[in-house]
Nanobody, 122 residues
Framework: QVQLAESGGGSVQPGGSLRLSCAAS????????MAWFRQAPGQERERIGD????????TYADFVKGRFTISLDTAQRTQYLEMNNLQPIDTAIYYC???????????????WGHGTRVNVTS
C-alpha cells in the first residue's frame, strides 16, 4: 500500500504563484509514475502532467502552456507542482496519483491523494 498526501494549496490573486507537494509513504516502488490532476466544480477531472521516477522525464497537458513545472525528489518520495501566473480558471482541487511502472496514457494509477484546494480570485 502507498499513501499520498497533497499540501500547499490555498488562495492566491491572479498572477500569483503556488507550489504544491505530494508526499508518498508506505511501500516503496522502484519504478513508478507520479502525476497531477485537477477538478473544478461541475467539471471532469483534467490531467495536468506526470513525471517518471527512472529518468525524470515529464509530460504536460496543452493548457499548461509553460506556466506549471513538475519535479520529483526521489529521496524524499515527493512530487512537486510549481504553478506561476495563476488565473481564475485554475481554481480547482488538485490531486496527485501514483502507479507502478513507466508513465503511459493508457496506464492507470493505483493510489490517490485526498486533494488540496487552489482558489484564484481577486
Amino acid at each position: 500500500q502507498v499513501q499520498l498526501a497533497e499540501s500547499g494549496g490555498g488562495s492566491v490573486q491572479p498572477g500569483g504563484s503556488l507550489r504544491l507537494s505530494c508526499a508518498a509513504s508506505g511501500d516503496t516502488l522502484n519504478t513508478y509514475c507520479m502525476a497531477w490532476f485537477r477538478q473544478a466544480p461541475g467539471q471532469e477531472r483534467e490531467r495536468i502532467g506526470d513525471i517518471e521516477s527512472v529518468v525524470g522525464s515529464t509530460t504536460y497537458a496543452d493548457f499548461v502552456k509553460g506556466r506549471f513545472t513538475i519535479s520529483l525528489d526521489t529521496a524524499q518520495r515527493t512530487q512537486y507542482l510549481e504553478m506561476n501566473n495563476l488565473q481564475p480558471i485554475d481554481t480547482a482541487i488538485y490531486y496527485c496519483g501514483i502507479g507502478g511502472g513507466r508513465c503511459h496514457p493508457k496506464r492507470g494509477f493505483n493510489y490517490w491523494g485526498h486533494g488540496t484546494r487552489v482558489n484564484v480570485t481577486s
